[in-house]
């Protein structure tokens, strides 16, 4: 194996890009070394040692040498040859190979800009191609591990099928991860199982690669906290969620799956699946969730074309499941994919009761009914949308703030193709009052309904100087007499309390009202006024100073 010179003279060298490159055969020559001669727990070590940067002062003077320092319980010095990494040597007690080889390895690959999955996997990768590991070598029995799937195999094969591949590939390895970094290692062996596919066969085998990483990682993650009551760990959720992130762009891609029906048997069997786990899954992970929401609308709804047999199939299985599952049934994920089947049966009021037994027993989420508005909206159904927000809004009424953000937009685009719909919508925000207060005051400043945003206010007793002057600039230049009645009454209160931080807050608002008498064209009612304050206050000695401090009195 010769390897490329990159570089003029043959001086050893410590800049980061290492003087000698290497081809693909050589790199598929020196993966297929590494799976035969080191087992997976020494190079899982040795990755975790080149994550955390152990490697150092790394030199090649020759194409087929590597020379570098490895900081472990002590300092060790490693030589990898790349011709025989067998014959690699390292300083430490450990006889043959050792993590800081791979480590130092794993650093040369990087510089190289190749695969570090390719090493990660290494040892799956030679199990599978029938060549023999190290373990192997020292008379060690290694379960069999199969073959990579065959194209056709696939679509006649069931999803338990596949799944049991996925687990005796990875054989050990297969065990529960609790890092990202150990996700992308269990992606990467199953991936090794997949062949030339079609577009079908591709997206489907996709999907069931994070669906097996995601059941290892949460499954025991959601029992730990059950029986525990600890949550699940951070690292495991931040591996979660990007998991779970990955999978849903997946699915938000359409299945053509009218042009491959060999399929169609895998789709209802995956369907089957996320049922199955969503059913059980604690209502605080929300993960199998969203994924047969996801499921559904994305791959299953757009392929029914008009029939209702599947949906009416889906709706028994999860009356069914319930009947079943007993007190284990995951309540609200059970009603609200009822509600999506009930949706595309056109029976909403039926859906409507659903959700208010639901909401009476747990907080409803607003993202969880999104995807039956998406669903209205993509099909136009503008007049059912309304009808859908009305029903839906007030079960929301554990939310506040921006929690309900998404929940107005919906009906802003539904009264941006049914104008006189907004009647509804007010009636139903005022109904999810005190919940929906911040969305309630941003669309009455939004649709500038002046009077009934000051009238609100002055109902809660709010203060002036709690909202900042952007807020309160629209109504100073299109109704500023609304504002009159809201610093009178502020002023008042603030003389009341009778300190000087109090006194301070009336000068800023009797500033702001002089501003606006004199908006109105009105200076002689503030003089009036004026007048009267004074005069009534006037033993308030420290009032007065800060009202000549404010410059209203000379």
């Not at 510089?111 to 199990?127: D, L």
């Not at 309900?404 to 937009?409: A, E, F, K, P, V």
């Given at each position: ?66 020379e570098a320092a490895v900081d472990g319980t002590e300092h060790y010095d490693v ?314 809004g007030p079960l929301l009424g554990g939310f506040r703030g921006d929690d309900l ?150």
């Amino acid at each position: 194996m010769q390897f490329m010179n990159s570089r003029a003279g043959d001086a050893k060298t410590m800049t980061t890009k290492l003087p000698y490159a290497i081809d693909d055969a050589q790199w598929a020559q020196l993966v297929a070394q590494v799976g035969r001669s080191f087992d997976d727990v020494t190079i899982k070590r040795g990755f975790q040692y080149f994550k955390q940067d152990r490697v150092h002062a790394v030199t090649m003077s020759e194409p087929a040498f590597v020379e570098a320092a490895v900081d472990g319980t002590e300092h060790y010095d490693v030589t990898l040859d790349l011709l025989h990494i067998d014959k690699s040597e390292c300083s430490c007690p450990v006889a043959g190979g050792c993590k800081h080889i791979i480590a130092v390895l794993l650093y040369y690959a990087a510089k190289q800009e190749r695969s570090i999955p390719a090493i990660v996997n290494a040892r799956a990768a030679a199990a599978v191609s029938g060549r023999p590991s190290a373990a192997a070598a020292k008379g060690k029995a290694l379960p069999a591990r199969p073959a990579p799937f065959e194209p056709e195999e696939l679509a006649s094969s069931r999803i338990e099928a596949w799944h049991e591949r996925f687990a005796a590939t990875l054989g050990t390895f297969g065990h529960s991860p609790r890092f990202m970094q150990e996700a992308k290692d269990m992606l990467a062996g199953i991936n090794s199982l997949k062949p030339a596919l079609t577009h079908v066969g591709e997206q489907l085998f996709g999907l069931h690669a994070y669906l097996f990483t995601l059941e290892k990682l949460v499954k025991p993650a959601q029992e730990d906290w059950r029986h525990s009551g600890l949550f699940m760990g951070y690292h495991t959720q931040l591996a979660m969620d990007e998991l779970l992130a990955a999978a849903l762009n997946g699915l938000a891609a359409s299945l053509p799956i009218a042009s491959e029906p060999a399929y169609w048997p895998r789709l209802k069997e995956t369907l089957a699946y996320l049922r199955t786990h969503m059913l059980r899954e604690d209502r605080s992970l929300n993960c199998f969730t969203k994924l047969y929401q996801a499921f559904w609308m994305q791959w299953i709804r757009p392929n029914l074309d008009g029939g209702t047999e599947l949906v009416l199939d889906e709706l028994h299985e999860l009356r069914t499941a319930a009947e079943a599952l007993g007190q284990h049934l995951s309540y609200l994920p059970w009603t609200l994919a009822q509600c999506l089947l009930l949706f595309e049966l056109n029976r909403d009021e039926d859906a409507w009761t659903l959700l208010r037994d639901a909401a009476g027993k747990q907080s409803l989420q607003p993202l969880q009914v999104a995807p039956l508005f998406e669903a209205l909206i993509k099909a136009k159904a503008w007049a059912r949308l309304v009808s859908w927000l009305e029903q839906v809004g007030p079960l929301l009424g554990g939310f506040r703030g921006d929690d309900l953000t998404s929940y107005g937009d919906y009906w802003q685009t539904a009264l941006a193709h049914i104008e006189e719909a907004e009647p509804r919508m007010w009636t139903t925000l005022a109904a999810m009052l005190p919940y929906s207060r911040t969305l309630y005051e941003e669309n009455l400043l939004t649709y500038g309904k002046w009077q009934q945003w000051m009238d609100y206010q002055l109902s809660r007793g709010q203060e002036p100087l709690e909202f900042k002057v952007g807020v309160l600039k629209p109504i100073e230049k299109e109704a500023p007499e609304l504002l009159l009645p809201f610093y009178h009454q502020a002023v008042e209160r603030y003389v009341l309390l009778k300190n000087r931080d109090s006194y301070k807050a009336a000068v800023k608002l009797l500033k702001r009202l002089n501003k606006l008498y004199a908006r109105i064209k009105k200076p002689e009612r503030w003089e009036q006024f004026f007048s009267a304050f004074i005069a009534r206050h006037s033993r308030l000695r420290a009032l007065q100073e800060e009202l000549r401090r404010g410059g209203l009195l000379s």
